[in-house]
């Protein structure tokens, strides 16, 4: 059979996808291991080698991917030929050490025995170093079990310790049924090195030109954008199966494929292109000053900037009757706030205003001197700055992707000193959200930094590509409102904790944020539906922010379309775990989470239950799956931007009661030993 | 209440158990903390600190244990009352350690917000690095869920991850039920460290004095097997509930229980005393020289050589009419069974026969030759050393605590070239048995060791103590017969892997093992019904052996009073798992083991799933686990001296199919990267 091999990064065709071994290899074999066994194989099994006649005349080109002898059993019910197979693949795999090829393709697992494959698969990986091994999965089995073939690669999978050499080679040629299945959906969390597709998988479109089925084709486009680098494994390609465009014609289908799925202009995903799944330390303005560079790319958002103005327009707009009105932009950076406000003033055209301005960055404060001569500046820690007056309007922004992972609540805390009673601050309140997931790469990431002791203990800070979610819900986990001095509205978070403000003695109108922090302390308790089976690796954080009035920010999954659409300042934040989860269908996930202060440090840490929801019927295969995904997969809650209305999750969990518990992690960062906000 | 607290080992008491705080203390707290709160209470948050009204005026003495305010909810409703809980245990735990404190027992924890319970309880033994923690635990809640306080124990225990300071103090103060639930094994795997029992859990005997009722006497006696050195802490002794014996009566009581629950002298319980739990490394007799204290201790097993003996007695009767036998004990070490033998052969007044002895020890065979002046002595490895004649009884003790971990096989191969066609081995064979373990203790002593990269990778030789079997279900695993060249009877394991011998050419009688040692290559698949939840830590390894006709050795625990009762020489092996699983009631597990070589060494490889059985009712407390217990929990298969019959485990395995998957190990030892024996 004839097969090519593509790539998604360049045009260029990867030199092919070759079978190293021959029939007559496949008769000797036989011969030597399945009969009763005579002294040539002896001799074989003490010193394994090929003969001549065993392998294809010429050698393949380095980047060639290696197609391992299909007809090798590692999960054979027989142990004898189970043992035999493994001594024949490592030769193979030795010979193509030899050959200084580094990919190869592994045979198709049955469902049999899967504990022996993986064991095979997990020895050669270790003796052959520097070889990167594909599991080769055709995704359809039968409709009776649709399941089935993810399940038996989450077990190889699991029991290689997530190899980082071990791929998956994700075989499209059974046809697909019309309907496609939600456990599909868990491939975009696996690492796919190859799709492998047959011309056979092709049908002709009106001009006799080959094309793929709908189904196949919305598949693939699905799996690309969780894994651009993907390669092609073409098969059949010179069949002359299609009237039109020759052996060519697949290719280039599947290049015009790769082009049109290709992330929008603008959107965050081109914007981050290259940075998928690249774990970042989130940033601590707070204890660091941030340089040049950091001011620079933050500066570029087209949106977030925007909002800000537009909601100081709409305050300034509500103040109109005020006489003289005092802004101040608390950590002004560079200064793009200013900018903005300045704008807005002069939209709103007020009549009389004053203009602070508070940096701490030395840096920063050169540039803004320069930058802004007619601007009231001041140098300092907007915590303990000496304010000339009191403010109407305080600006900042101190939001990181989690809301207040970059200590907002506490600068903030510290700037209500000098805060008429009537004062706003913008932003006027901020919410953090959780959602489980799943994603092989990811959980490798974490755990590799783990020689560091802080692997799956300390949030990152990640674009997303090659994750899945695991659950239809975004959790609310917690908030935070300013100012605090002024009757509450609902907030989300533990409203006890954030009273916690005593009287000053010198100005009762003044409220004095206890030393301790605790009333910035936070805990939330979530439980999430899992409909589908998964793996759980971490948790995605996010935030929302109310600026004013109507005017948000957020990147919130369900919501950030609706409130700042192509905003690019905020990743999401990965919450890792250490222990991969097994979440079977139908289960239910609790989640705590904690935001936490000894004065000095704010940390946070968190768990998770898995427990299956009592008296289910065991999942039927794909049908019954199906059937869970005609309801809304990802349905959007309602946006405080859109409307008033939240879902609130505290009381919402009903303790392990009824359920049956299926899996436990243990507490992470436990008095922040790994990760910590300096205040 | 008066508390007094007494300990197993030594009748002294450990100078009670007290609590420091007063209500004084109480009232203010809560003064402080559940009202508005006041200047005081933020003073209070910031510099926590007690006043003399607190506290109990006059200090304790070091031994003693602290009951931490029983009033402190950690895992109250609202969160500001566990924020302020969490002070007021850190402030409590804090003057503990002041006053040279250790030890503390935890309030009871409650259903809900249990990881809140545990994140305090795993901040405190951080910042406390001196105190032991004890969780106050009671054993009996409702009839309605008996299983919950051990649920609610296992999520504290895992999410402190198994904190070596962490244990529990199992209250029986609650009337118990008569009978008691299987759940309740389960606290045998657990570290137990207090049993808490008031006067008012006794009852009065026929004389008037206070005895314990039987379900809570029989509990004790359980929990006192595994944990022989808890301490119990007593409460209302001076209340005179009962007619006779005053105060004192009831530690009198509990010393009487302790004492009329020590293990039977001559057993090989009372042999280990001291050892229970502790990890050694398996010999490797093969690889290593044994001491002569390893020999010495050896040689006093009352039961082993007798058995010896036996065998070769009744293979000599067997072969009475021979004019000439010739025996070689292989493997003579310093020459337990040489007596053995010749014992055997004056009993079966065998007229005339040749002893032969090998042994490749130079220490051991000096002891030999001065021991043994007309036995025929060899020197060196029995795989090698030059025979002058072929032999009729082999006679080996190469077995290891899992039968063929101590290289018996590779050993009795070597012999096999100067064995007469007719020649038998003693042993004739033996097989490795499997069953599923839970143990916190023995996971964090397997855990500790993985500073040296093998923690959870390599087997150990244990003497079990606080452990719980998971399954009723002993599994067979593999076995081994000797000698190979006649024609073979059924045999465990493998068949045509043991079928691998080669015609020899000089010697067409002589079979000759391959070099690359597949025959001895083994591999099983085991499913074990789970009928209560627990957790999974590991699996215990046994063998059993038929030395000749029905006499054997074995150390399988449904078969070793039958077979060897009172054999000292092996304990068990315990093969550990990474990271704990967590298996639900009326779940299987699926358990996969290979024996590996590469011929140069000899490993073990193992790796397990977890699935929930299809169409299952939830576990609805104790009474549904009841039923499942009135089925006998430890019933004892046939065993091969008893007679024939064999429990055949190969082909069990029906596959996760119509299963619901709940968790999965890694692959363990792959390639034999922490654990080998040298061939």
């Not at 170093?129 to 077990?155: E, G, H, K, M, N």
């Not at 092989?440 to 090659?466: C, D, H, W």
């Not at 308790?525 to 948790?539: Q, R, S």
Request: hydrophobic content about 40%; some cysteine.
């Amino acid at each position: 059979m004839s097969v090519c091999l593509l790539t998604t990064t360049g045009d260029t065709d990867e030199g092919g996808c070759v079978q190293l071994t021959t029939d007559a290899w496949h008769t000797r074999w036989k011969r030597m291991c399945t009969g009763t066994g005579d002294s040539s194989s002896e001799t074989w099994r003490t010193a394994p080698a090929f003969e001549p006649a065993d392998l294809i005349p010429t050698a393949p080109p380095v980047t060639c991917t290696v197609l391992v002898s299909p007809w090798l059993q590692l999960d054979a019910n027989d142990a004898g030929v189970r043992h035999d197979t493994e001594i024949a693949l490592r030769q193979e795999l030795a010979h193509c050490t030899f050959l200084n090829l580094t990919s190869a393709i592994l045979p198709v697992p049955h469902l049999a025995h899967t504990p022996s494959y993986a064991r095979a698969t997990y020895a050669a990986l270790s003796s052959s170093p520097l070889l990167r091994l594909a599991v080769r999965l055709p995704i359809y089995v039968s409709s009776a079990d649709f399941c089935a073939p993810w399940q038996t690669w989450d077990s190889i999978r699991t029991l290689c310790e997530y190899h980082p050499r071990l791929s998956l080679a994700l075989d499209l040629t059974p046809p697909l049924p019309t309907l496609l299945p939600p456990i599909t959906g868990a491939y975009a969390a696996e690492p796919i090195s190859h799709i492998m597709i047959s011309a056979h998988s092709f049908i002709s479109n009106a001009k006799g030109y080959p094309v793929l089925p709908k189904t196949t084709q919305s598949l693939v486009r699905g799996l690309l954008t969780s894994v651009p680098t993907v390669s092609f494994v073409l098969s059949h390609t010179d069949a002359k199966l299609h009237a039109e465009g020759g052996g060519d014609a697949y290719r280039q289908y599947l290049h015009h494929l790769i082009r049109t799925t290709q992330a929008r202009e603008g959107s965050v995903e081109a914007y981050a292109r290259g940075y998928g799944d690249f774990l970042q330390a989130p940033l601590q303005p707070l204890q660091d000053n941030l340089q040049n560079a950091t001011y620079e790319t933050f500066e570029q958002d087209p949106v977030k900037y925007a909002n800000y103005e537009e909601a100081i327009y709409r305050a300034l707009v509500d103040r109109a009757a005020m006489e003289h009105i005092v802004l101040c932009v608390s950590g002004a950076g560079r200064g793009p706030l200013i900018t903005r406000a300045l704008a807005a003033l002069l939209r709103a055209s007020a009549k009389s205003y004053t203009l602070y301005a508070i940096e701490k960055n030395p840096s920063a404060y050169l540039v803004l001197q320069q930058t802004f001569p007619h601007v009231h500046l001041l140098f300092g820690d907007m915590r303990s700055v000496e304010m000339p007056e009191k403010v109407d309007i305080v600006i900042s922004e101190l939001l990181g992707s989690f809301g207040d992972n970059e200590l907002s609540p506490e600068c903030l805390d510290g700037v209500e000193r000098w805060m008429k009673p009537s004062a706003i601050s913008i932003p006027s309140s901020y919410t953090a959200h959780l959602s489980p997931l799943s994603s092989s790469k990811l959980y490798n990431e974490a755990r590799n930094t783990s020689g560091t002791g802080i692997g799956g203990e300390i949030p990152y800070v990640v674009m997303f590509q090659a994750v899945r979610r695991l659950s239809p819900t975004v959790a609310d986990c917690w908030g935070f409102e300013h100012p605090r001095f002024e009757e509450e509205g609902p907030i989300k978070g533990d409203t006890r904790m954030s009273k916690r403000y005593t009287q000053s003695a010198m100005n009762p109108m003044l409220l004095v944020p206890p030393k301790d922090n605790g009333h910035n302390v936070r805990s939330a308790e979530m439980v999430f539906d899992i409909p589908e089976e998964g793996v759980l690796h971490g948790f995605a954080g996010y935030f929302e922010a109310v600026l004013y009035d109507t005017v948000g920010l957020s990147i919130h999954p369900d919501h950030k379309d609706v409130v700042s659409k192509d905003m690019l300042s905020w990743f999401p934040m990965f919450f890792p775990i250490r222990e991969p989860m097994y979440l079977a269908a139908h289960s239910e996930l609790h989640v705590s989470m904690w935001r936490l202060t000894d004065g000095k440090r704010v940390w946070y840490e968190w768990c998770a239950e898995g427990y299956l929801k009592g008296g289910f019927e065991k999942s039927k295969g794909w049908r019954r799956s199906s059937q869970a995904s005609s309801s809304p997969m990802f349905h959007a809650p309602p946006s405080p931007m859109a409307d008033a209305v939240e879902t609130v999750v505290h009381g919402q969990v009903e303790g392990g009661g009824g359920k049956i518990k299926i899996g436990q992690t243990g507490l992470h960062n436990v008095g922040g030993r790994s990760s910590w906000i300096g205040l």
